[in-house]
């Protein structure tokens, strides 16, 4: 994993901060798993900082303003909400995250 946004109270590593504080155990806690998707994307986009590339220093929320941030980075595969995949053993797997 590296790193790319840095959130205030919640660090460089918001999801599993997160996942910690509400006592996610794995990814089939859909419920919880949604609560802390919501708390970390909110966040991440009107408090967190680019860590990385030319917005570096800059918000998330001031980077995508005039779509520049989608000009610098590939946002093919981005995806919002709880993601489910599968199979996986026949059953369907949940987690938060962006998959760049």
Do not use: W
């Amino acid at each position: 994993m590296v790193p790319i946004i840095d959130i205030p109270g919640l660090g460089d590593r918001a999801a599993e901060t997160v996942c910690k504080q509400l006592g996610i155990k794995n990814q089939h806690e859909a419920k919880k798993l949604e609560e802390a998707k919501k708390a970390v994307y909110l966040k991440g986009f009107s408090e967190g900082v680019l860590t990385v590339g030319p917005h570096a220093g800059k918000k998330v929320g001031a980077s995508f303003v005039g779509n520049s941030l989608t000009k610098t980075i590939s946002l093919k595969g981005f995806s919002e909400g709880v993601l489910t995949v599968g199979p996986h053993a026949g059953k369907k797997a949940h987690g938060i995250g962006n998959s760049f």
